[in-house]
């Protein structure tokens, strides 16, 4: 035995003292190329694979001293190593190009202002949420909508036959009916809701033939223009879906009530500026206001605004900075108004106030809000001030399950439609009925 295995013994210890064997052999054992390619990596890693960033190249700047030109390979018209670089005039084109365009320097433009002017659009999410908003409009805050509009949907004469269930039924068109997924997403399902409740409400104008007067505008660009303090601010942008009437709404509060927030106290933002997020420019137009209309419109007046959390999903917002959001856009829409009744000269007390509602959703929370402009004159904190009156965060249902929730074995929330609340939808009935009963 001993003598059979000798021979192997003698070719281990020969491929030991043998390395030219072993590199020949190395290729055939597992993973070996891997861990050579590996080994080898490290030694040398490229720019591509560091985490710094190269530094950007400063631009020379070129130093021209009278009397000292520097000679150019501009005449022989090729490359010469040792001459400078040269330098050649603008080519003029003789016609405008729109692939070629350069702007001119901003101190150039005809609109440039040395004024810095400060945009509120759709986009624009407020750090300070509805306080910086309530500051910048000159407004008073009130929880709650007015009570004389909560009557106006208990009253049975204003109520829909079978509300309830044609309610609950609008829900499950949204959450469940109107998709052939297993679920749809929430920008489809919160805008199927809201026009399956606008379209319910319609259903009123049998009995209520002002609702005739009112029609749907969508995508119209607004613009607004008001001092406050030292700034000048403007509101500019889409705000989702608006609808328009031909007669102004009511008064919410009377005179007295308008008289009496003189005393009221504005909540200061310090150390924080109002204008902390707003977006800072110097080329606009002073004095514009535009509600998107024509002025020979035959619905000039705003009456409800509907926004939806879910229209920008590359710009949502959260829900305080949307209802901030909310504030602005109805506080914009009164404000051309006024303009268009009053003139541009700041008024102290409007002689009727305007009144503009708004209601926001992302398809299961409503936010619900009442605007009434009593005041333009917004520079100086004291005087007469604006009024909001708001609902936050009202459920319309608790959930709307296409398959049961369950936790350890037991049913938390079986599917379908849970937890309705129909004092919701009577708010919502209410703001539509505003200003049509």
Not at 151 to 178: M, T, Y
Not at 230 to 240: A, S, T
Request: glycine share 6%; proline share 7%.
């Amino acid at each position: 035995m001993f003598r059979e295995t000798a021979p192997c013994f003698k070719m281990a210890s020969s491929l030991l003292t043998q390395p030219v064997l072993l590199k020949e052999l190395r290729p055939l054992t597992a993973h070996a190329g891997i861990n050579n390619l590996q080994a080898r990596r490290h030694f040398g890693v490229g720019r591509c694979l560091k985490a710094k960033v190269p530094p950007a190249r400063r631009a020379r700047e070129r130093v021209d001293i009278p009397g000292l030109e520097m000679i150019s390979y501009g005449e022989r018209m090729h490359y010469v190593p040792g001459l400078a670089k040269p330098v050649f005039s603008e080519w003029d084109r003789g016609y405008k190009d729109p692939r070629h365009y350069m702007s001119p320097p901003m101190h150039k433009m005809p609109l440039f202002k040395e004024e810095p002017c400060y945009v509120f659009s759709q986009r624009t999410g407020m750090l300070e949420g509805v306080r910086q908003a309530l500051w910048l409009t000159k407004t008073k805050l009130i929880s709650g909508l007015p009570p004389q509009l909560i009557s106006l949907a208990e009253d049975p004469a204003n109520q829909i036959p079978d509300q309830d269930e044609r309610v609950q039924n609008a829900i499950k068109h949204a959450r469940f009916w109107d998709t052939t997924e297993g679920r749809p997403d929430k920008q489809k399902y919160s805008t199927t809701l809201l026009m399956n409740l606008m379209h319910l409400c319609a259903t009123l104008q049998c009995s209520h033939p002002l609702i005739g007067k009112r029609i749907l505008a969508e995508k119209y660009s607004l613009a607004a223009t008001w001092k406050r303090g030292e700034g000048l601010f403007q509101i500019r942008g889409q705000n989702g879906l608006l609808q328009n009437c031909i007669d102004p709404l009511p008064e919410v509060s009377g005179k007295e009530e308008v008289a009496s927030t003189a005393d009221h106290v504005l909540e200061t933002l310090c150390p924080v500026s109002p204008t902390i997020d707003l977006q800072k420019v110097n080329v606009y137009r002073k004095e514009v206001n535009c509600s998107g209309f024509t002025d020979d419109y035959p619905y000039p007046h705003a009456h409800t605004l509907y926004f939806l959390e879910e229209a920008d999903t590359r710009y949502k917002l959260p829900p305080e900075q949307f209802r901030a959001s909310m504030i602005m856009f109805t506080f914009g829409n009164a404000l051309v108004r006024a303009h268009k009744l009053y003139g541009n000269q700041p008024q102290s007390v409007l002689d009727r106030p305007i009144t503009v509602q708004a209601v926001g959703t992302n398809g299961r929370l409503f936010q619900f809000l009442v605007l009434q402009l009593n005041s333009t004159d917004l520079s100086k904190d004291d005087g007469v001030k604006n009024q909001v009156w708001l609902d936050e965060d009202a459920q319309l249902y608790d959930f709307a399950k296409v398959r049961p929730m369950i936790k350890k074995k037991q049913v938390k929330v079986p599917a379908g439609l849970a937890g309705y609340k129909p004092e919701t939808f009577r708010k919502f009935l209410a703001l539509y009925l505003h200003g049509a009963v």
